[in-house]
């Protein structure tokens, strides 16, 4: 019985500073979402203007542009995918890589060659660990990403583009990132971010209202310098937006994981707690008897 305590007791302690370690990793995840969900904010606007700005030149000119032209026949599919840097998020990282599965698979049905752009180790560890080349990646940055990174990254896609698949780049530029919606919900989604998918319509965020009548355009200097000085801000804006819903999403999902994790300790500690006072219980009774069938043989002797 005395063995049986001192392994509850030792379980009680090991779990006590594993609840200390989530607890603490809640309370930091908690304070962090905050600032991400405010980048989200301040972002979000930025990038669906520049998107309607680009779809309206490309929409209200006769401008052929590299960027916003489908290739006759695209062979290579550049996906961007956005995991994290660090585990202890839940489904985040898994969730997203589903999504790109999924996708990887139906560009791959489609007879195209699939270039990877892999951001956070959680999505770098998944190709190496099924043996997968990777196009180029990026890393340690997932939870604070920066406007330079994602200006690092729109070059690198941008120019891969330029180059088209019959000079070793790509034809097409899809990304793979989680949504923040809320703190409960993330979802992950995927975007075509190239050739720019022109809207005949204002509604390019996609709520279904078409709630202004469209205006007569003037480009100066030229539809061609504007898309030319448009679509570099248009794809540095969407990635780096997201950047931002992957953090905040990422965060979201910690802060709810190690909730359940801190809430799991607590119930272990109440079982474990349980269990070695049921121990106590029993070695008392045991040694009560002890004593008991002590005195009863002593009597009987005498």
């Known amino acids: 019985m005395a063995g049986q305590m001192r392994v509850y007791r030792q379980r009680i302690r090991s779990v006590q500073s594993t609840k200390k370690i989530t607890r603490a990793m809640e309370l930091i995840a908690a304070s962090r979402v905050v600032k991400a969900r405010q980048a ?15 779809s309206a030149v490309a929409t209200h000119s006769n401008t052929v542009h590299v960027l916003t032209t489908e290739r006759d026949h695209p062979a290579n599919a550049g996906v961007v995918i956005f995991s994290s840097d660090r585990g202890l998020a839940g489904a985040y990282s898994a969730n997203a890589m589903k999504k790109s ?3 990887v698979e139906r560009l791959g049905g489609e007879g195209k060659e699939i270039a990877p752009y892999l951001i956070g180790r959680k999505a770098i560890a998944y190709y190496k660990f099924r043996r997968r080349e990777a196009e180029h990646t990026w890393e340690g940055f997932t939870d604070s990403p920066t406007f330079e990174v994602a200006r690092e990254i729109g070059e690198r896609i941008v120019a891969d583009f330029r180059k088209g698949a019959d000079n070793g780049g790509i034809d097409e530029v899809h990304l793979v990132y ?14 075509r971010l190239l050739p720019l998918e022109v809207s005949e319509s204002n509604d390019v965020d996609g709520d279904g209202q078409d709630d202004a009548i469209a205006p007569l355009y003037e480009f100066e200097p030229s539809a061609e310098q504007v898309l030319d000085a448009l679509l570099p801000r248009y794809v540095t804006a ?3 937006n997201a950047m931002l819903q992957s953090a905040a999403s990422e965060l979201a999902a910690r802060q709810r994981a190690m909730k359940s994790a801190t809430d799991n300790a607590e ?36």
């Not at 301040?42 to 680009?54: E, M, Q, W």
């Not at 989680?178 to 975007?191: A, D, G, S």
Request: proline letters at 3%; one cysteine or more.
């Open 101 to 103: 599965a999924e996708l």
């Open 40 to 54: 989200v904010g301040k972002s979000t606007p930025y990038a669906l203007a520049l998107t309607r700005a680009c």
């Open 238 to 240: 969407r990635i780096f």
């Open 178 to 191: 989680t949504r923040f919606v809320n703190m409960v919900t993330q979802e992950p989604v995927v975007l």
């Open 267 to 302: 119930e272990l500690i109440k079982t474990y707690s349980r269990l070695a006072n049921q121990a106590r219980q029993a070695e008392i009774t045991q040694e009560i008897s002890e004593i008991v069938g002590g005195a009863t043989a002593l009597e009987d002797a005498s």
